[in-house]
């Protein structure tokens, strides 16, 4: 089990400390009496003993069963829990709402304190993020897995390390090599000038084999961008995504859309709160079932919407 991934184990109140121990390539740790919850609905183990070799987890399981070798750095777990190591969906680590230099000092190594062993960053610039990448995985900087998108294709606007305008379908395919090229590990989209743009870009990412995820161009439903293969929506209020869910989508969009071209500010909450108030369950629940036959979408990790708004709207009966 390598580390540090989504299968990698924290030390609770230890994390720093237990990464800096294991990120040398010849170490040996083995942590003693420790409490195991592996996050698989098992109950909690007690007594455990957890042997790590260069990076990867080497044996686990009982103290009476599992010995640590001879020469292993022992870290006493007594009182403490080891779980699955945690993620965090949607960051901006280098730009964006961070300053590069702050992040690098401070913020990666805290992610690991609280357990963060992998993120997935949203926007950012890519040259330094793949910097950090390669620093990380050869164990020079403390700090967790970081899967990044670089620069968020937009319909507008200037060419920045955070923001790759494009103004047609054909610039979408451009950027989507280009970040290919540089080495994202995704695509991230936060709008575009057109609907043929959007599926340009989902069919790209495809040849190119290189996910793709963000926000909902308002002409684009849900049901469309899962079947053309979008990995996550972020933000359920920034992607409208209440319209995919309402009796009155069809109609709610078309006027979202005409409404928004002539500049109306209000017309977003005011269209929206209408589309939860004609929320169809049934609907919801096709979407639900037509997006894990195409892929297991999600998840919308962010949600800026308030307690208010969510209670507003009944939840789908998930199949189990």
């Known amino acids: 089990m390598e580390l540090p991934k989504l299968t990698s184990w924290r030390l609770s109140l230890c994390a720093a400390a237990f990464f800096l121990v294991v990120s040398a390539s010849s170490a040996q740790v083995a942590i003693t009496h420790v409490t195991v919850i592996d996050g698989s609905g098992r109950a909690q183990q007690p007594e455990q003993t957890i042997v790590i070799e260069k990076g990867r987890i080497a044996a686990i399981g009982p103290d009476a069963l599992v010995k640590p070798p001879s020469h292993a750095q022992i870290i006493d777990g007594l009182g403490k829990f080891l779980i699955p190591g945690l993620w965090d969906m949607h960051v901006h680590l280098a730009g964006v709402s961070a300053d590069p230099a702050w992040s690098k000092q401070v913020l990666l190594p805290l992610l690991l304190a609280y357990g963060i062993t992998g993120v997935r960053d949203m926007g950012g610039d890519l040259q330094i993020l793949v910097s950090w990448r390669r620093e990380i995985e050869s164990g020079t900087l403390l700090g967790p897995r970081i899967i990044a998108s670089g620069p968020w294709l937009a319909g507008g606007g200037k060419k920045t390390s955070e923001q790759f305008p494009v103004a047609n379908s054909d610039e ?6 280009e970040l290919k090229r540089r080495g994202a590990d995704f695509v991230k989209v936060i709008s575009l000038p057109s609907r043929e743009a959007f599926f340009a870009v989902a069919d790209e990412a495809k040849r190119e084999n290189l996910p793709y995820a963000g926000h909902l161009p308002i ?30 989508e069809e109609e709610l ?5 005409e409404r928004g071209k002539r500049g109306e500010a209000s017309v977003w909450n005011e269209i929206l709160f209408e589309a939860e108030a004609t929320y169809d369950p049934e609907k919801a ?15 919308q990790p962010s949600l800026p919407w308030t307690s208010r708004h969510i209670r507003r ?7 189990s």
């Open 253 to 257: 969009r078309k006027r979202l859309i």
């Open 313 to 319: 709207i009944k939840a789908p009966r998930i199949p």
């Open 285 to 299: 629940n096709a979407l639900w079932g037509r997006s894990r036959k195409t892929r297991p979408m999600s998840r």
């Open 219 to 248: 002409e684009i439903s849900a049901l469309e961008a899962s079947n053309v293969g979008i990995h996550s929506i972020e933000h359920l209020y920034y992607s409208a995504f209440a319209l995919s869910c309402s009796s009155k």
């Open 172 to 177: 979408a395919r451009s950027a989507v090599r």
